[in-house]
């Protein structure tokens, strides 16, 4: 893997994890309160390299790649499972790093992450911030528990289009 540039203040660094080999951006103390941010699609870790730098003191930014996103291990997602993947993914990481409760912070699909890591593991959250999350109905823009899209034309909604279903 060639050298991750990063902005000062931030580290980037490989994390085995019992679930995959997950590149993690951090700053801040490392006993400090942990913020875990979470990226979107079609993006990584590094669009909140900025954000992590503006944490007040006393708390540590934490950022990883998504799997199959970025430097993280691409390994393939059960989309039976919904975010479950990625929410477990999430579970393996905090263990590794020693951390039983964090702040996360979720844009887009890292939203949908959050979503699940709050169902599976509420005691482990401290607060959820969402940042423009995808629908908690589903990714894929519905609107309600029956998966109703949003348009009858599945626009906007990315999955819709190719699979009504």
């Known amino acids: 893997m060639s050298e991750i540039k990063t902005l000062k203040g931030v580290t980037s660094q490989m994390i085995q994890t019992s679930r995959l080999n997950t590149h993690v951006l951090t700053c ?11 990226h979107g699609n079609f993006t990584a870790a590094t669009f909140w390299e ?6 007040p003191a006393g708390f540590r930014g934490i950022a990883s ?7 993280t291990e691409d390994k393939l997602i059960d989309a039976t499972r919904g975010m479950r993947d990625w929410s477990d993914d999430l579970d393996a990481l905090l263990a590794t790093l020693g951390i039983e409760k964090a702040h996360l912070v979720g844009w887009s699909l890292g939203g949908g992450v959050v979503y699940h890591f709050l ?3 509420p005691d482990k959250v401290l607060s959820a911030t969402l940042v423009s999350p995808v629908s908690p109905y589903g990714f894929g823009g519905t609107k309600d528990v029956e998966g109703t899209p949003c348009y009858d034309d599945f626009a906007g909604s990315g999955g819709g289009v190719v699979n009504p279903e």
């Open 28 to 38: 801040g103390p490392e006993d400090g309160t942990p913020v875990v941010f979470l």
């Open 50 to 55: 900025e954000m992590m730098l503006a944490l």
């Open 65 to 71: 790649d998504m799997r199959g996103y970025g430097w």
């Open 119 to 121: 169902i599976d593991h």
